[in-house]
């Protein structure tokens, strides 16, 4: 009888033994399954992040650019509104309205001529030659 309880005993502890190495064989390979998708997931996600910083870099770097061409854009227009303002001070309106006044009708012609024209050149919309 003791020899009964020893195997069964004997045969008990081996199969414990190999069904625990058999759970530790499954739940290894499932997790080694749960980390491989979950790097897959993650080295997408890290190259996603990688585009959009370039992409924002790339965008901040044209930011600057136009800025820069702006503000050089602004200098220019500046030195000209300066401009214009030392002319406009410099001309007295109403003393060349007084003395010369065909002229000075001619010469405010000729400039609303311009203006009309910039507009027209403005707002004239393209003119395509497709069908």
Excluded: C, H
């Excluded at 190495?21 to 997408?44: F, G, P, S, V």
């Excluded at 030195?79 to 010469?107: C, F, K, M, V, W």
């Amino acid at each position: 009888m003791l020899r009964l309880y020893l195997l069964i005993f004997v045969l008990g502890f081996l199969g414990s033994t190999v069904y625990g190495a058999y759970w530790y064989y499954t739940d290894t390979q499932n997790r080694i399954a749960i980390l491989r998708e979950n790097n897959t997931k993650l080295e997408q996600a890290a190259a996603t992040l990688q585009q959009t910083v370039d992409t924002m870099s790339a965008d901040a770097e044209r930011n600057a650019e136009l800025n820069r061409e702006l503000t050089a854009a602004l200098q220019k227009a500046e030195q000209g509104l300066d401009g214009l303002r030392r002319r406009l001070s410099q001309i007295d309106l109403t003393q060349e309205a007084l003395n010369y006044p065909a002229d000075l009708e001619r010469r405010i012609d000729r400039g609303v001529e311009r203006l009309i024209n910039d507009f027209k050149n403005d707002t004239t919309p393209v003119s395509s030659d497709q069908p």
